[in-house]
C-alpha cells in the first residue's frame, strides 16, 4: 500500500502523538510499503528518514502553544502528495492535518482515516478565550472528524470523549503501542540517571514524564506529595518539558517540596529516558486528559507500575493491585495510596512486573492491527465507491460559518441589551 500520514506536529517537536506517527511510518515502512508524512515545517530542520517528509508551510506559534501553526492548502505541499498518489491517507490531528486530507480527498478520490489521539477541546478551551469562540471551534473541529470516511480512536474511553463533544458517528478502537523494548534498561544509563538527578540510595523514586501543563494532573502530584514529605523519604522525578513548567516549580517552592524534586526537562534519547523507567519505583500518572497515555505503556515496558485515577482513560484495561493502583482524583487520595509504599518497594516491584507481563504492546503489533483494518477500508471503498466530495478548501466555508454564526449571536446579544435599557 501507499500510506499518507498527516499530522500538526513532528520533529523537533516529540510529544504522544508525533511518537505515534513515526512509528506508525517506520513499522509500516518495514512491513514493504511506501509511507509518505505531511507536517507542518520548521526552519532548520534536516529530514533523514526511510519514508518521504512533506513539509508544509507555517507559522511561528510556538511561543503561545507550543507547536508551529501549518497551513495545510500550499500548493506545492499538495501537488507533492498528489504525485506520491496514496491510496489511503491516515490524518492523526483533527485541525489542519484533516483539512488537509479532505482537500487532498477531493482530488485522489481515496479514503481518510482520522485517529482521536487528544482531548482537543481541553487544548482549545485553555488556548482560546470566550466560550462562544470555544464552543464555535469545537463545533468546527468535529464537523472535520465527521467529514472522515472511518474514525479511530486510542481507547474506549477516548471515544466516549468524542461523542461528549458532539461527534455522533461509529469508531474503531485502535490501541497506540510503546517502541520500547519490554525489560530493564542497561545499568550503565541507570547509573547515569541517579548521578543526574543525585539520587539517593533507599529513598523511592517516583516518576512523571509528559508535557508539564496543569491539566496532566500535576498540581494532585504536588500537593499530595506535599502532605506526606514529613512523614516520609523519596525524590520526585519530572520529565518534560511545558508552559507550564514555571507555575509548576513555584508551587513545589510553595509547598516546600522543592528539595524532593528534580526538573530534568525534555529527555530526547531513548535509552536515557529508558533509565528514567527502569530506576523510579512508581510512576505517577493522574491525568484524566490523556485518552490513552503511552506513557504508561512505557513504563510497563521497563516493569514500572502507574498511579492512575479510577476511571480514566489511562487506567483502561488495567487491574487494581495486581498491575497499577487506582485513586480517586484528589490530591488526598494520592498521598494516601503512595504513603504506605514508601515503606514497601517490594510492593511496588511486585505491581511493575504484573505491569509489564499485563499491559506491554509494541508498536509492531498495533501498527500490524491497523495495517489489517488499512486493507479492509480499501477493499470496502472498491466494493463501494462513494461520490466525489467537495472537500477543496473546506476551511474557507466552515471559517465563514463560523464567524456568521458568531455576528448573529451578537446581534442578538444587542438587541437584548436595548430591550433591556
Known amino acids: 500500500m501507499r500510506i499518507a500520514l498527516l499530522n500538526d506536529s513532528f520533529p523537533p517537536i516529540v510529544d504522544g502523538v508525533v511518537n505515534a506517527v513515526m512509528n506508525y511510518a517506520r ?8 509511507v509518505c508524512v505531511a507536517v ?24 503561545r502553544y507550543g507547536y508551529r501553526a501549518g497551513f495545510p492548502f500550499s500548493p506545492a505541499a499538495i501537488k507533492q502528495i498528489e504525485g506520491f498518489r496514496p491510496d489511503i491517507i491516515h490524518s492523526h490531528c483533527p485541525i ?15 479514503p481518510v482515516i482520522f485517529t482521536y489521539h487528544t482531548k482537543f477541546d481541553i487544548d482549545i478551551r485553555t488556548a482560546v478565550r470566550g466560550h462562544l469562540l470555544q464552543n464555535e471551534l469545537i463545533s468546527a473541529l468535529v464537523k472535520n472528524v465527521s467529514a472522515c470516511d472511518e474514525v479511530w480512536t486510542v481507547s474506549g474511553g477516548a471515544g466516549e470523549s468524542l461523542r461528549s463533544i458532539g461527534y455522533k458517528g461509529d469508531y474503531l478502537v485502535m490501541e497506540n503501542g510503546v517502541d520500547l523494548p519490554r525489560g530493564r534498561a542497561d545499568e550503565a544509563h541507570i547509573r547515569q540517571v541517579e548521578d543526574m538527578c543525585a539520587l539517593r540510595p533507599g529513598a523511592p523514586v517516583f516518576l512523571f514524564t509528559g508535557r508539564l501543563r496543569w491539566y496532566k494532573g500535576i498540581r494532585m502530584i504536588v500537593e499530595g506529595l506535599s502532605q506526606i514529605m514529613d512523614r516520609a523519604d523519596f525524590t520526585m522525578l519530572f520529565v518534560g518539558e511545558g508552559s507550564d513548567r514555571a507555575e509548576i516549580e513555584q508551587l513545589c517552592r510553595d509547598t516546600g517540596l522543592m528539595p524532593r524534586c528534580r526538573f530534568v526537562g525534555a529527555v530526547l534519547d531513548r535509552e536515557l529516558l529508558r533509565a528514567f523507567y527502569s530506576r523510579a519505583d512508581l510512576f505517577l500518572f493522574p491525568s484524566t486528559f490523556d485518552t490513552n497515555g503511552i506513557v504508561v505503556r512505557e513504563a510497563a515496558a521497563c516493569g514500572l507500575a502507574s498511579l ?7 487506567a483502561e484495561g488495567v487491574t487494581d493491585g495486581a498491575n497499577a493502583l487506582l485513586m480517586d482524583e484528589s490530591s488526598a487520595s494520592l498521598a494516601q495510596k503512595v504513603l504506605p509504599l514508601c515503606s514497601d518497594t517490594a ?3 511486585s505491581l511493575g512486573n504484573g505491569a509489564q507481563r499485563d499491559l506491554y504492546l509494541s508498536w509492531d503489533e498495533a501498527v500490524t492491527r491497523a495495517e489489517e483494518r488499512y486493507g479492509e477500508v480499501l477493499h470496502d471503498f472498491a466494493l463501494n465507491p462513494r461520490p466525489p466530495r467537495h472537500d477543496i478548501f473546506p476551511f474557507v466555508s466552515e471559517s465563514v460559518d463560523i464567524i456568521n454564526r458568531i455576528k448573529n449571536i451578537s446581534v442578538k446579544v444587542k438587541e437584548l441589551l436595548k430591550s433591556l435599557d
Open 27 to 34: 513499522v509500516l515502512t518495514q512491513h514493504g510499503h511506501e
Open 96 to 110: 489542519c492535518s484533516n483539512f488537509l486530507a479532505r482537500t487532498l480527498r477531493g482530488s485522489l478520490r481515496v
Open 347 to 349: 510492593s511496588m516491584r
Open 40 to 63: 507542518p515545517a520548521y526552519p532548520d530542520v534536516k529530514d533523514d528518514y526511510p519514508y518521504t517528509v512533506v513539509r508544509y508551510l507555517s507559522l511561528d506559534t510556538t511561543k
Open 308 to 314: 492512575l485515577i479510577r476511571g480514566s482513560c489511562a
